[in-house]
């Protein structure tokens, strides 16, 4: 087996943040896989809602890293995968409290994985439903299409070759971090996922396995961007750029963000492009964006 040895430690990462009522059903289905994670890791990022106490009387034998300060999702991710390659893991498996998974999610990932001919995968994504079953727009697969040879490959096991995946059910191999990095913790929130990904897949192969299915458990339907009505826009526009003027996309790859990332942006004027504040808002990340640290 190329793609995920069946002896392989594999560590189970869910960042939360005051949703304790999320977190109980997420570690639930976590707690019923076919599969089971050899490790359940939970990242607190400081909630006040009784998240700590709520995973040491009901789930004992999660591990729980309680972090000092919300460093958001992506400072989340960032502690929890080093803390998890720390403990020897040979795959991380990360998500969002909101991350619903059935039975056999991770079963069914390795299988696509073990089936995957050619280099060993770096990365495994699962399909992301919505509570209706259509696919949640916020993650999409972004299948690999200036690369025909390696999609034909893929379709022949199976499998949907991917440029880059969020992190809503998806394993990453413990070479792949240890080659390309951990996720940029100071993104706070969003695009640290497209980052990340995008880094490691712009020359190792990753895959969506579909027989691998979980649920995001949103609200509402709705691709990340449309979340403009509030001021955590700021960092879609201040991280897009940061992703634009980095190394993780290819030429085209860049093209591509940019028409998405303009397209976004219209969309945010339209609806609040009178309101002063928004403006301030969009005019900080673009700041922001065009002079901070992209690595």
């Not at 994670?37 to 995973?55: C, K």
């Not at 998500?95 to 060993?120: H, I, K, N, S, Y």
């Not at 790859?253 to 990332?261: E, F, G, T, V």
Request: with cysteine; glycine share 8%; net charge neutral.
């Amino acid at each position: 087996m190329v793609g995920a040895e069946p002896a392989a430690r594999i560590c189970a990462i869910v960042v939360t943040f005051n949703r304790s009522e999320l977190l109980a059903e997420c570690l639930t289905r976590l707690g019923a896989q076919t599969r089971p994670a050899d490790e359940i890791l939970v990242v607190d990022n400081a909630s006040t809602d009784g998240t700590a106490a709520m995973v040491a009387e009901r789930f004992p034998d999660v591990t729980l890293l309680r972090l000092p300060e919300n460093v958001g999702g992506a400072g989340g991710f960032h502690a929890g995968m080093r803390d998890a390659l720390a403990r020897g893991h040979d795959w991380l498996w990360v998500m969002d409290d909101d991350t619903f998974t059935v039975p056999d999610t991770l079963e069914q990932l390795l299988a696509g994985g073990a089936r995957a001919r050619g280099d060993a995968p770096m990365m495994l994504s699962s399909q992301v439903r919505w509570k209706d079953e259509t696919l949640h727009p916020m993650n999409l697969p972004s299948p690999r299409w200036r690369d025909p040879a390696f999609m034909a490959l893929g379709a022949a096991d199976g499998l949907v070759g991917l440029r880059n995946a969020t992190f809503v059910s998806v394993a990453l191999r413990r070479e792949a971090i240890e080659r390309y990095g951990l996720p940029l913790a100071h993104y706070f929130i969003w695009t640290d996922d497209v980052e990340l990904t995008s880094r490691i897949m712009r020359a190792e192969p990753g895959y969506l396995v579909p027989e691998s299915r979980v649920y995001h458990w949103t609200p509402t339907a709705h691709p990340a961007a449309a979340s403009s009505s509030g001021d955590r826009f700021y960092y879609h526009v201040r991280n897009s750029l940061l992703l634009l003027r980095g190394t993780s996309l290819a030429p085209m790859d860049r093209i591509d963000y940019a028409r998405y990332y303009v397209k976004s942006l219209i969309a945010f004027l339209r609806e609040r492009g009178r309101e002063p504040a928004a403006l301030k808002l969009l005019a900080r990340g673009v700041r922001d964006g065009l002079t901070g640290e992209t690595r």
